[in-house]
């Protein structure tokens, strides 16, 4: 079953090795864990619903706290303590568009709010209500998750919005296709909250991030239904589909999701390559991207994460042996990891992984072979359940990720980490701080930062100190020519910081179009744009 207050299924449980715990320890001290509050007497805190009556609206208490927040740091730590201020007043779960658009409707006539719900993976604060006079209904999509239709000319799958990631992947599986999407919340995330969020997935080099997948579909509105054509491409002015997407339920709620999809694979495989210093391992990256090598996926760890998985990873031995072979090589104290992966036919993977081998040779890369991306291929989609594991020995870890240009990446992922590492020195604390570049471009990359720091006296003290992290690196970024994000999307937490991407004339314009599409503000309120900044 699901984890009323955490993240996945409550039987999976990802354990720290002892020397990944004595890691931690001799970095940033030992940690202090708080206490969880019963799911019990959490349901007892919630209010009545303002809600009248309602054939597809649950107003049961349970059903409330499961959707009441997301998977932020804030949000673990607001239902870990019981916390969690705004509840919804009842959650609906349609089966099809013609209920979607009964709710609007409903809403429209009582001055209800709505809250789209996908898989509750926001980490940006997307589904959690906000205080408000009027009740807040959240629209779970969950039962909307058939594939529909395909064309295999085409290649188009259409798919209730609410589909979660593996049934995406085995419902075309067992037609012989796939998606090819697969961000580290793939096993809870939705097709619609891809969409919704502009989301990318792991190997993005070889199928593209989620507007090179989403082809059209359906999105009710409270203005009517809007059906956006499945053209290959079109200059047909501002391309509607491309408002759609990352509009993240300020517009509309999307009840059918049109993707392109590719043929399976002959064959995958991911690698391992280590460089002596982050110099020639950036160098490498970036080269292999500007020459076009068909590699599906590729991930690159500065020397910390590098030094941090490999001490996470368990099996001390085999690690010692692994060390001594790359210090042999010149591979020391600096390494830097690389996972590449290949996807294709044979002919494919055997020419893109010569070309890459002497592109990382070039850097003096250490080719390892395949064992260590096939454990991290084995694990890519466990690696949330470590915040529980973390969590459990008195730790809170939390992730700020961006993109910028090639010219930009060195200094802005150095203000990154500076920023977080000396950001609890008033409280006396030290933070762990590591990054890895990931779904690379010509242009540039995104840069994806993780943070790891010992839990307060108290849950309130725990979350001043990420407040006090997350603003101050967020306002790094922003103004350090980074996106706010590249993948996670904007949410309530990113939003403060959205207009100094956007600018002036580009907020106005968003607002309005939420405004068009929703002028009396019902649809997710203070999600995307500060509505109190209209």
């Known amino acids: 079953m699901r984890r009323w207050n955490g993240w996945g299924d409550d039987q999976f449980h990802l354990d720290l090795p002892p020397q990944g715990h004595q890691f931690l320890s001799e970095r940033i001290g030992p940690g202090q864990a708080l206490s969880d509050t019963e799911l019990a007497t959490v349901c007892e805190r919630v209010p009545a619903s303002r809600l009248a009556d309602h054939p597809l609206i649950d ?83 969950g039962r909307m998750n058939q594939l529909m239709d395909f064309d295999p000319e085409s290649q188009i799958a259409t798919f209730g919005a609410g589909t979660p990631g593996p049934l995406v992947e085995s419902q075309l599986r067992a037609k012989g296709y796939t998606l090819g999407h697969f961000p580290q919340s793939f096993e809870l995330s939705t097709l619609g909250g891809w969409v919704a969020s502009r989301s990318s997935g792991q190997q993005s080099l070889r199928y593209g991030r989620i507007e090179q997948l989403f082809a059209g579909g359906r999105i009710e509105t409270l203005q009517g239904s809007l059906d956006i054509p499945t053209f290959p491409a079109s200059s047909a002015g501002p391309d509607i589909r491309e408002m759609i997407l990352g509009s993240e339920g300020r517009l509309g709620i999307l009840t059918e999701v049109k993707v392109r999809a590719t043929p399976l694979a002959d064959q995958e495989s991911f690698h391992v390559t280590f460089f002596p210093t982050w110099e020639q391992a950036r160098t490498a990256a970036r080269a292999l991207v500007q020459s076009k090598v068909q590699l599906s996926m590729l991930r690159l760890s500065n020397a910390i994460e590098t030094e941090t998985q490999l001490a996470l990873a368990g099996h001390p031995h085999q690690i010692r042996l692994l060390e001594a072979y790359l210090s042999f090589r010149g591979a020391g104290n600096q390494k830097c990891m690389m996972t590449f992966g290949l996807t294709g036919s044979r002919q494919q993977c055997t020419a893109a992984l010569r070309e890459a081998r002497r592109i990382c040779a070039k850097q003096e890369g250490v080719y390892t072979g395949t064992y260590l991306g096939a454990k991290w291929a084995e694990k890519r989609f466990t690696m949330p359940y470590l915040r529980e594991a973390l969590w459990q020995l008195g730790y809170a870890v939390d992730t700020l990720e961006t993109a910028t240009d090639w010219d930009n990446v060195d200094h802005l992922l150095n203000r990154m980490e500076g920023t977080l590492r000396d950001g609890l020195a008033d409280f006396g604390e030290k933070v762990h701080v590591f990054t890895h570049l990931s779904h690379f471009y010509g242009q540039g990359c995104s840069i994806y930062t993780t943070y790891v720091f010992r839990n307060g006296s108290s849950y309130a003290n725990t979350l001043e100190r990420w407040k006090h992290l997350k603003h101050e690196t967020s306002r790094v970024i922003v103004e350090n020519r980074g996106t706010i994000s590249h993948q996670h999307g904007v949410g309530k937490d990113h939003a403060p910081y959205l207009p100094v991407e956007k600018g002036e004339l580009g907020m106005r314009a968003i607002h309005a179009l939420c405004q068009s599409f929703d002028p009396d503000r019902l649809l997710n309120p203070g999600t995307l744009i500060r509505d109190d900044k209209a």
Do not use: C
């Open 59 to 141: 107003t049961s208490a349970e059903t409330r706290v499961r959707h009441a927040r997301g998977q932020s740091l804030p949000d673990w730590l607001a239902v870990r303590s019981g916390d969690i201020g705004v509840f919804p007043d009842g959650v609906a779960q349609p089966k099809n568009s013609d209920e979607v658009r009964d709710l609007l409707q409903y809403a429209q006539r009582h001055e209800i709010t709505l809250i789209p719900y996908g898989g509750g993976t926001s980490v940006a604060g997307h589904i959690n209500p906000l205080a408000d006079t009027r009740p807040v209904l959240t629209v779970d999509m």
